[in-house]
């Protein structure tokens, strides 16, 4: 499969301080005595991507480095390329942008711990054609589980990991997507774009998990023209996902479906109790927009099955989170079964209101310790 790997394993989340540090990298950082990023190098290498480019901080590349050299030798064929954290996750790409020479990049965040597999996302890129293709995965709860309470009640769900996402009939096509952060009350979808498809589905229970693939160049021209971009998740895909209803084939100088029309249609109500809401426009003005004949470029949604598991490793209660489950109900991702002669952090253990950065370094330094053991 003719793809390039690029594992975005930087970044010093201020999030997971005082887990991280100059000695223990965020890629670094063990979870269920494992480091993070080995749970997606190991997912690559069982699609079988082998050749892989992973960009990291300046301080933190050699540890990362030598770790890899160690763990992958023989398996992987991996560079470690430094580029400058305050790029984000745009600019690292763009940094980087002359060492992409395959027709198709796959891009994983590092911290990414799922049973999805990679090469399943790149697949459904190549069958559809697509300009991008992105992995969507049901919203992770979070918190204490429900078996260590005696009240019985669900896990929160944390309102900032929303997404507000667009989909066709189909659910293969991506037509709309906003993070949940910024859409306060109203969802607002202008109705060129619903004539165009004829019928959208409007859901708020994804994530997107950080892993896209994309046709290089169409990856590269969006990074050379919009030099200010900084994030993929907020401003290169959302672009791509604007830009590909066009009136006329791609090349041609027709404008995009969102120009076309200023009036938008609302859907009024709480956005933590919206899943799902279809709106349809009458068959008359539907297009066939989508088809490989139609022009311009697609952009296609992987939406993983609710059984599978799909969280990143950004803050201290997801660092809690996923130790808890890699070693409880997601045991398989890990190979981790817990003992009195085996045991990390507690799965029962959780950090409460008055814990203190001493109490959470204590535990980063018993469960390096026992990754030593």
């Known amino acids: 499969m003719d793809f390039q790997v690029v594992v975005l394993a930087g970044g010093t989340s201020e999030k997971l301080s005082p887990l991280v540090s100059k000695d223990v990298p965020k890629a670094l950082l063990p979870v269920a005595n494992r480091p993070v990023l080995s749970y997606a190098l190991d997912l690559l290498e069982a699609s079988d991507l082998k050749d892989l480019?992973?960009?990291?901080?300046?301080e933190a590349a050699q540890l990362v480095d030598a770790w890899v050299s160690s763990a992958y030798l023989d398996r992987l064929r991996v560079e470690v390329v430094v580029v400058s954290e305050d790029l984000g996750s745009a600019g690292a790409l763009r940094a980087i942008s002359k060492r992409l020479m395959a027709n198709d990049i796959l891009v994983v965040s590092g911290d990414l711990v799922t049973d999805v597999l990679p090469g399943a996302v790149a697949a459904t890129h190549r069958r559809n054609g697509a300009a991008v293709t992105a992995l969507l995965c049901s919203v992770p709860v979070s918190g204490p589980s429900d078996t260590s309470s005696s009240s019985g009640k669900d896990k929160a769900k944390k309102p900032n990991r929303l997404n507000i996402v667009g989909l066709d009939r189909s659910k293969q096509f991506l037509l709309h997507i906003v993070s949940g952060t910024d859409v306060e009350k109203d969802i607002q979808v202008?109705?060129?774009?619903?004539?165009?498809?004829g019928q959208m589905e409007i859901r708020s229970d994804l994530m997107d998990a950080h892993l896209y693939a994309f046709k290089r160049t169409i990856l590269q021209d969006v990074?050379?023209?919009?030099?200010?971009?900084?994030?993929?998740r907020l401003e290169v895909l959302p672009y791509l996902v604007r830009s590909q209803l066009r009136s006329t084939p791609s090349g041609g100088s027709g404008t995009s479906v969102d120009e076309i029309e200023s009036s938008a249609f609302q859907s009024s109500g709480n956005l933590q109790c919206l899943s799902q809401h279809r709106v349809i426009a009458p068959s008359a003005f539907k297009q066939d927009v989508l088809s490989r004949s139609s022009g311009g470029h697609r952009c296609c949604a992987y939406i993983a099955s609710k059984s599978k598991y799909c969280h990143r490793l950004n803050s201290?209660?997801?660092?809690?989170?996923?130790?808890?489950?890699?070693?409880?109900?997601?045991?398989h991702l890990s190979g981790y079964s817990f003992s009195a002669q085996n045991n990390i952090i507690h799965p029962s253990s959780v950090l409460g209101s008055k814990t203190t950065d001493h109490t959470v370094f204590l535990l980063r330094v018993h469960s390096l310790v026992t990754s030593v053991v």
Do not use: F, T, W
């Not at 990074?223 to 993929?232: D, F, M, N, V």
């Open 190 to 197: 202008h109705k060129r774009k619903i004539q165009a498809v």
């Open 316 to 331: 201290i209660q997801s660092y809690c989170d996923i130790n808890r489950d890699v070693i409880g109900e997601v045991s």
């Open 223 to 232: 990074l050379e023209q919009k030099e200010a971009y900084r994030s993929i």
């Open 53 to 58: 480019i992973v960009v990291e901080g300046q």
